[in-house]
């Protein structure tokens, strides 16, 4: 690109030329990233937590139309401007001031690279520990804090997921359309076995509510289940769930060629996919209750149940597969463009990608995953939502959808602003990360449910607070004034 600062451009980072990315890769995303251990999980504890089928479709349908909502409104900035996450916040935050908001997404990112990879090598752990001779390995043998086995698995997982980006991002696009409906047809083979041995369909579940609360405890669901407030925090907890996708989602959407392509994926892979996806996952867990009698919401439980190895091994596959595409889209992509975008004419995206699986092999012998420090990433987290709130504030009231996007590449074109920082920006994020993920740890100021809804506080009070600053005078901003 002519005039481009060396700093702020390479070539990974540079708007895309190739738009290949048609409505099935799109919705494809969707399925690597919500068919996870962690997100079948998540599914099946909300299904539970409806209390009943019609509270269900309100919850989850209601959420995952906001969701699709949400996701068209990044994802349309994605096709009109053609570039990555942290590019487009350099509209909003100036364009060195954008490392901000990408290097938080990076941090998080990293972290759970490490959490869904060791979740992948967990499932194969479940079915190779069906050998008496191995599970004894198992059990004796250990290093780096973990049995030999883990840390073997942990390794192979790991290393896989660095063939899946070896060319870039046309090779996630490849993977994805194989792995996303191959999940699917696996899921859908175990809720039919299970529903087959236990000797019918039920979508009442008949556990005791206080077991139920003891098992989903994870969800952060609070309240009776089938109560309003359960079913508020059920719709509140799925939305949040996606809240790191919410900001880098153009990652993806930029490689598709019009916004009706990025439309239908999204109606596809969220509203349909997610109602799905979690009437599966519930009927599954129903049968599974049925069937044995426990309470069994991580798939590789059941697997481990069955009398067939050959079942045990296709289930075992299957969400290590799964997991793998979380990570890749959720994961990898994002902070491999952020990486990139911090130091552009030195790292590449599959070197910031190496970048972030290195860190998430460094973090596997304290595994934070697994303590407290989940706490301190969620506090991280919640800054996304008044990171979101800014952006799309930015981009759709104040620039009105038009970004100059040749500047977004100079350090003395339209998004100078303050020596390359938004101040407008950098103070809404502050207060915004404040309101929503310090404070709440450090004191006990906000009612007990402000976790539940930390999020969508986060994007209220980042956008109540830019869209005034971003209009002051003093704060220069280049579409706000002329």
């Known amino acids: 690109m002519e005039n481009a600062t060396r700093g702020l451009y390479n070539e990974d980072l540079a708007p895309a030329k190739e738009r290949t990315w048609g409505a099935f890769s799109i919705f494809n995303v969707w399925t690597s990233d919500v068919h996870s251990l962690w ?26 139309l ?32 954008a490392n901000l908001p990408a290097l938080v997404r990076a941090v998080v990112a990293c972290f759970w690279y490490g959490a869904q990879t060791a979740a992948a090598s967990w499932a194969i752990v479940a079915l190779l520990t069906r050998n008496e001779s191995i599970l004894e390995f198992h059990q ?34 490849k993977f994805q359309d194989w792995a996303g409906p191959a999940v699917w047809i696996a899921m859908l083979v175990l809720a039919i076995g299970l529903v087959i041995k236990a000797g019918g369909f039920s979508l009442d579940h008949g556990i005791a509510p206080e077991l139920l609360l003891e098992k989903t ?13 359960a079913l508020m925090a059920v719709g509140a907890t799925w939305i949040t769930y996606f809240a790191a996708l919410y900001l880098n989602f153009c990652d993806f959407s930029r ?28 009927i ?15 798939p590789e439980q059941i697997s481990a149940k069955f009398d067939s190895w050959f079942l045990a091994l296709l289930a075992a596959l299957t969400f290590a597969v799964a997991t793998l ?20 004419h030195k790292i590449s995206f599959k070197g910031g990608g190496y970048i972030t699986a290195v860190i998430a092999l460094c973090l596997y012998p304290f595994a934070p995953w697994e303590g407290n420090a989940a706490v301190f990433v ?14 799309v504030v930015d981009y759709y009231l104040i620039a009105k959808g038009e970004i100059k996007v040749a500047d977004l590449y100079r350090e003395d074109g339209a998004y100078q602003f303050h020596g390359g920082w938004n101040i407008a920006a950098l103070i809404a994020t502050i207060i915004g990360g404040l309101c929503c993920s310090i404070l709440p740890h450090l004191t006990d100021w906000f009612p007990s449910w402000w976790g539940t809804y930390g999020w969508f506080f986060g994007v209220a009070i980042g956008a109540v607070l830019y869209y005034p600053l971003s209009r002051m005078p003093v704060m220069r901003h280049p579409h706000a004034h002329g």
């Open 39 to 64: 997100g079948y999980y998540l599914a099946a504890s909300l299904f539970l937590l409806c209390g009943s089928f019609t509270n269900f479709l309100i919850a989850i349908g209601l959420s995952s």
């Open 140 to 173: 004796t043998s250990h290093m780096l804090g973990h049995s030999t086995l883990d840390v073997i698995c942990f390794v192979v997982v790991w290393a896989l997921q660095l063939l899946i980006i070896q060319n870039g991002m046309e090779t996630v696009r």
């Open 325 to 344: 595409g979380i990570n890749v889209v959720a994961n990898f992509v994002s902070p491999a463009f952020d990486i990139s975008n911090a130091f552009p």
């Open 66 to 97: 906001v969701i699709f909502a949400i996701m068209n409104l990044i994802g349309y900035a994605g096709v009109k401007t053609g570039v990555p996450y942290p590019v487009l916040a350099r509209a909003s935050f100036g364009v060195w001031g």
């Open 284 to 298: 599954t867990t129903i049968a599974a209750y049925q069937v044995y009698g426990e309470v069994l919401l991580h």
């Open 378 to 391: 969620n506090a991280i987290g919640a800054i996304m939502g008044p990171l979101l709130g800014i952006i």
């Open 217 to 229: 405890r994870d969800a952060g669901v609070s309240g009776e289940p089938g109560s309003l407030s």
């Open 255 to 282: 490689y598709a060629p019009s916004k009706a392509v990025v439309r239908k994926g999204n109606l596809w892979g969220l509203p349909v996919n997610l109602i799905l996806f979690s009437l599966v996952a519930g």
